[in-house]
């Protein structure tokens, strides 16, 4: 079973490039997420979709936009990147919003 | 805003019981999560609990929730180097639109 698949693992960029972090589910959940984590401070929402076409901002969403392409797959777009965005990533999915969450193995991003 | 605050470590001996704690500050909380991390992966559920709950017990997990006194804890018996890891704490509560998570309690096992 593939759970929660994101890709790329590792990316490195410069100051200003964008990029966009893929996700997806096969667990046929209806709520997905995005959140970084950085030392000492545990996880942070971005942005997270209760559903199938609907998104809502998370606790730190300025930077990132986010696409739910379809009900498998949440996308995260960085569109000028800052090195404060250099972090981990992680997507995660579940069955009802904010209930016993699954996580990707995540994303490490460096931006220099 | 809501809370939820862990010790950043602990270390136990190899066999002995692990015992990991978390106090939250949202009244409202209805699920209580534990999340394990180990390097280089994602967080994975451990076990969780609803609010109306005093007890969980799985294998060799336990989990305690005093709601009266918000602290929730984590035991694991007869602690193996395989539970070397990050344990995170969340609350849910239907007031609020996110999980509120710890900063995680890295478990360190002394041979």
């Known amino acids: 079973n593939a759970g929660v698949t994101q890709t790329p693992k590792f990316q490195v960029l410069k100051t200003g490039q964008s990029m966009t972090l893929q996700c997806a589910q096969d667990?046929?959940?209806?709520?997905m997420y995005w959140y970084r984590q950085d030392p000492g401070m545990g996880l942070r929402l971005i942005y997270y979709?209760?559903?199938?076409?609907?998104?809502d901002k998370g606790e730190v969403p300025n930077g990132y936009n986010v696409s739910r392409l379809n009900k498998r797959e949440f996308s995260l777009r960085l569109e000028s990147a800052a090195p404060s965005q250099t972090s981990v990533y992680f997507c995660?999915?579940?069955?009802?919003?904010?209930?016993?969450?699954?996580f990707g193995s995540g994303t490490q991003l460096s931006v220099l | 805003g809501e809370d939820v605050e862990q010790s950043l470590f602990l270390s136990v001996r190899e066999g002995d019981s692990s015992v990991i704690n978390c106090t939250y500050t949202?009244?409202?909380?209805?699920?209580l999560y534990w999340y394990k991390q180990e390097p280089g992966a994602g967080l994975q559920l451990l076990t969780y609990?609803?609010?109306n709950m005093d007890m969980k017990q799985d294998q060799r997990l336990t989990v305690l929730l005093n709601k009266k006194d918000k602290h929730l804890s984590l035991r694991i018996a007869d602690t193996q180097t395989g539970d070397s890891a990050i344990y995170f704490c969340?609350?849910?509560?239907?007031?609020?639109?996110?999980?509120?998570w710890g900063a995680g309690t890295k478990l360190i096992i002394k041979p």
């Open positions: 979709s209760a559903s199938e076409g609907t998104t």
């Open positions: 609990i609803f609010s």
């Open positions: 667990m046929n959940h209806n709520s």
């Open positions: 949202d009244s409202s909380s209805t699920y």
């Open positions: 995660a999915s579940s069955d009802r919003v904010n209930e016993k969450l699954f």
């Open positions: 969340a609350e849910g509560s239907d007031s609020n639109y996110q999980l509120i």
